[in-house]
T-cell receptor
Framework: ETGVTQSPTHLIKTRGQQVTLRCSSQSGHNTVSWYQQALGQGPQFIFQYYREEENGRGNFPPRFSGLQFPNYSSELNVNALELDDSALYLC??????????FGSGTRLTVV | RKEVEQDPGPFNVPEGATVAFNCTYSNSASQSFFWYRQDCRKEPKLLMSVYSSGNEDGRFTAQLNRASQYISLLIRDSKLSDSATYLCVVNSATSGTYKYIFGTGTRLKVLA
């Protein structure tokens, strides 16, 4: 079992900049989803990809976008960073409606 | 109303105690249910899936009540290592897509 890996682990960006976070899914999983977790809160669903197409989106503005690649790895892009975007970003892979397997996350700080 | 609601706690219990958490969800079309455990500054990890018939894994028992739209988690004989945040997760389908909705989590602290 390869697990889910995310990079980078920590990142500091300036307000207004753009950031790309990366995720490699668990082998055999065809669905990847991204979550934002602020301190003291549960993870908030950003969006989900299945076979390279977005098939679900939470209440996040269009400056949050993503991609899923043929090997099921994924990217989360955030444009025009705001201070409130500071959070732990979690990637999870799964099969259909099965349980989620999370990566260890990327902690983003926007200053 | 939030789609998934949990009592944030904290629940402070002595070692050996039995503690129960509840979680309610608003979408009656929800199809799968899970409890996750999250340690401080770590990623969530699956504790157990929740089935209509109820399921047990050692000291942990999960129940689903579809009529009342809630799920529960019971921890027996609490250990110090059970101290963590417990997240209720519901998978709901809307207009052909589906998404996982998390509660805010219930903090548990087991005291020596």
């Amino acid at each position: 079992e390869t697990g889910v890996t995310q990079s980078p682990t920590h990142l500091i960006k300036t307000r207004g900049q753009q950031v790309t976070l990366r995720c490699s899914s668990q082998s055999g999983h065809n669905t990847v989803s991204w979550y934002q977790q602020a301190l003291g809160q549960g993870p908030q669903f950003i969006f989900q990809y299945y076979r390279e197409e977005e098939n679900g989106r939470g209440n996040f503005p269009p400056r949050f976008s993503g991609l899923q690649f043929p090997n099921y790895s994924s990217e989360l892009n955030v444009n025009a960073l705001e201070l409130d975007d500071s959070a732990l970003y979690l990637c999870a892979s799964s099969l259909a409606r099965g349980s989620l397997l999370f990566g260890s996350g990327t902690r983003l700080t926007v200053v | 109303r939030k789609e998934v609601e949990q009592d944030p706690g904290p629940f402070n219990v002595p070692e050996g105690a039995t503690v129960a958490f509840n979680c309610t969800y608003s979408n009656s079309a929800s199809q799968s249910f899970f409890w996750y455990r999250q340690d401080c500054r770590k990623e969530p990890k699956l504790l157990m899936s929740v089935y209509s018939s109820g399921n047990e894994d050692g000291r942990f028992t999960a129940q689903l009540n579809r009529a009342s739209q809630y799920i529960s988690l019971l921890i027996r004989d609490s250990k110090l290592s059970d101290s963590a945040t417990y997240l209720c997760v519901v998978n709901s389908a809307t207009s052909g897509t589906y998404k996982y909705i998390f509660g805010t989590g219930t903090r548990l602290k087991v005291l020596a």
